[in-house]
């Protein structure tokens, strides 16, 4: 019997087909992957949203506090008159004493100078004896994470170990005292000297007091600043 023979036509038409196949199904394959591709990329944009973040309102008491130490001290930064702000309404409210008097005892005492030096030797923005700042670190030195060991007269140039230390010694005044006038008088004068004085029936002179309280209430009737 006579072989078949091969027919080369119909392997070079079927080779035809599979390459049209292949011409054909390859850029749909590759578009569908692109496709594929960017509906992912789609589907992640849309997922992610632009989150907006709004900063907590102040409180006005803090604002006002803010605004007279910006009204002494311009030349700090923004972020330094908020800490010394946050720190004076902070020691203030923990020691129930008004921080508007605080304020008014700051700018009689040093202007709001953190450096300041009195004659005495009274240092700091709240103007503390180096003595008299020794020992209220030993008071209440664990709480503002200080030793006494490491307490210098220069320690109190730092603005807010001065307010922690000054509201505190203020507050003691006011135990000790029972009255603002005589609680201003000995926080600058000294209270071993105030007692002498009310136990002898000797005249106090009451200048420093009048002049804090003048401030105090000059800061009270200020208007309220927005921001």
């Known amino acids: 019997m006579e072989k078949r023979r091969k027919n080369p036509l119909a392997r070079t038409l079927s080779c035809g087909k599979i390459t049209l196949v292949v011409a054909l199904f390859v850029p749909a394959l590759l578009a569908f992957k692109n496709l594929t591709k960017n509906n992912k990329v789609v589907r992640t944009t849309e997922i992610l949203k632009i989150v907006h973040i709004t900063e ?33 309404l902070e020691e203030s409210l923990k020691r129930d004493i008004d921080p508007i008097l605080v304020l008014a005892v700051i700018e009689v005492e040093s202007r709001f100078q953190y450096t300041a030096v009195s004659p005495m030797g009274a240092r700091g923005i709240m103007q503390i004896m180096p003595d008299t700042g020794k020992f209220l670190t030993e008071a209440r030195g664990h709480e503002i994470g200080l030793r006494p060991a490491s307490f210098r007269p220069e320690s109190l140039d730092d603005p807010l170990l001065s307010i922690r230390l000054g509201v505190f010694y203020l507050h003691d005044l006011k135990k000790q005292f029972q009255n603002l006038n005589h609680a201003l008088i000995a926080y600058n004068a000294g209270p071993a000297e105030i007692h002498n004085r009310i136990e002898n029936n000797l005249e106090l002179s009451d200048e420093f007091a009048t002049v804090v309280l003048d401030a105090y209430q000059r800061y009270q009737k200020a208007r309220q600043p927005t921001f």
């Open 56 to 88: 907590k309102p102040r409180p006005r008491e803090l604002v006002k506090i803010y605004s007279i130490v910006k009204s002494h001290r311009p030349d700090i930064t923004e972020s330094e008159a908020w800490r010394v702000s946050e720190v004076i």
